[in-house]
């Protein structure tokens, strides 16, 4: 009987690993960029919000992510707007109302596991020290790992993460020091696909964009831009 058991349990395990896998270029018609470093992200049937500010819907999410207490990235009118009864809300530093979560550490919702991983200043450190514990998350579900980056700039963490899509900061004056340095961070992180965000506000450009994704596709990685919606 315990072998039958066990055969059934990896059956049902197994058919249900294959019913719901997806591929990265699936996976990507759930997410949709509101400009700077604002995601919506629909993975493993959670509605998921990454830093969201001056976003217009009020749908109740399921899962809010913040990386950072700066304003671009926290914004408690928003986090209000989306907020439902049900609504989870991690952020990445002390916030009344919200869950704390550190880089390390992980929570699941439903199908969907959220890794806190570190993100941080290299270089122009006054900006996001790493002793302040900030966070970008990577979401897996459905058999895609999908890495939100946050305030960063290329850390020596990256090399320890693998990823079928990656969103990368683009702003060199508080994230990375050049595109280039995106590049090489999407390079360490094995992205299946790269993406571009946190650029068009107070810096980066579009310019900066299409030079990061023509250098990775140049090494053979699909990268593209999300338009803003």
């Keep these: 009987m315990k072998k039958e058991l066990m055969a059934a349990m990896a059956l049902t395990a197994g058919f249900a690993a294959g019913a719901s896998a997806l591929s990265p270029d699936e996976a990507l018609k759930g997410i949709t960029w509101y400009g700077q470093s604002t995601l919506r992200i629909e993975l493993g049937g959670v509605v998921v919000w990454i830093d969201p500010v001056n976003v217009s819907t009020t749908e ?11 304003g671009d990235h926290y914004s408690k009118a928003d986090i209000q707007k989306l907020s439902g009864p049900s609504t989870r809300i991690l952020v990445g530093f002390d916030a009344p109302g919200a869950t704390r979560i550190e880089p390390g550490q992980s929570e699941r919702l439903g199908n969907l596991l959220v890794e806190a991983v570190p993100a941080y200043n290299v270089v122009k450190t006054k900006f996001h020290p790493k002793s302040a514990r900030y966070c970008g998350f990577i979401l897996s579900a459905e058999g895609v790992r999908i890495y939100v980056a946050g305030d960063t700039e290329r850390i020596p963490e990256m090399k320890t993460i693998s990823c079928d899509i990656v969103f990368l900061p683009l702003g060199q004056t508080f994230t990375m020091g050049s595109p280039d340095e995106a590049v090489q961070a999407a390079l360490d992180v094995k992205a299946g696909i790269a993406i571009p965000y946190h650029y068009g506000l107070y810096e ?7 030079h990061f994704v023509a250098a990775l596709k140049a090494k053979g990685v699909k990268a593209l831009r999300l338009p803003k919606r």
């Design 204 to 210: 980066g450009t579009e310019a900066d964009a299409d």
């Design 60 to 70: 109740a999410a399921d899962l809010i992510l913040i990386t950072h207490d700066h």
